[in-house]
């Protein structure tokens, strides 16, 4: 089951999964019935929503996570990491401003706890380490299992997040 504002995504989605029924659909404006489920998924979407509708989606997502459910989400855009620091300090670039600690407390403000962490990408601290070929190395492989503690969390660029629905 998949939904989205977006009807150009969602023919996308339907040419890749063509046995999963779409809905093209604002959740946190209709109130579309598509019941509860014990897994919900968002992926891209919290780094780049302002605070409003990150509050209005984790709303909407809440109902639709039955009690014991899990969401898994990633937070891709954190301003805490050593890459968005350095364009900030070379750049006075800011265009991030979801860090882990804020994400949490809307996670945890809609009744999810997180039980699960997997940072990723906290050693990429240069755009020449994001090339296909640094990316797929074996000191990439390395890196990915020593940075990959849930501790680096707060610190990396992207962090995949399971919560759990109290």
């Given amino acids: 089951f998949g939904v989205d504002v ?3 995504m969602l023919a996308e989605a339907r040419r890749k999964c063509p046995s999963t029924r779409f809905v093209c659909s604002d959740l946190t404006e209709q109130g579309t019935d598509i019941g509860q489920f014990d897994l ?3 992926f891209r979407f919290f780094g780049n929503a302002e605070d409003r509708l990150r509050i209005a989606a984790l709303g909407a997502l809440s109902l639709l996570v039955r009690k014991g459910g899990f969401l898994v989400i990633n937070n891709h855009r954190n301003p805490h990491s050593i890459n968005a620091i350095l ?3 070379t750049d006075g670039i800011r265009a991030t401003d979801l860090t882990y600690r804020k ?3 809307m996670l945890q403000d809609h009744g999810f706890g997180i039980t699960h962490l997997h940072p990723i990408g906290f050693w ?3 755009a020449k380490l994001q090339t296909s070929t640094a990316l797929n190395s074996r000191a990439a492989k390395v890196a990915e ?3 990959g503690h849930r501790a680096w969390a707060p610190f990396a660029p992207d962090c995949i997040i399971v919560a759990q629905k109290r």
């Fill in 6 to 8: 977006s009807e150009s």
């Fill in 124 to 126: 990429i601290i240069r």
């Fill in 40 to 42: 919900a998924t968002s």
């Fill in 103 to 105: 994400l949490r407390r």
């Fill in 87 to 89: 364009r900030r300090v």
């Fill in 145 to 147: 299992r020593v940075f």
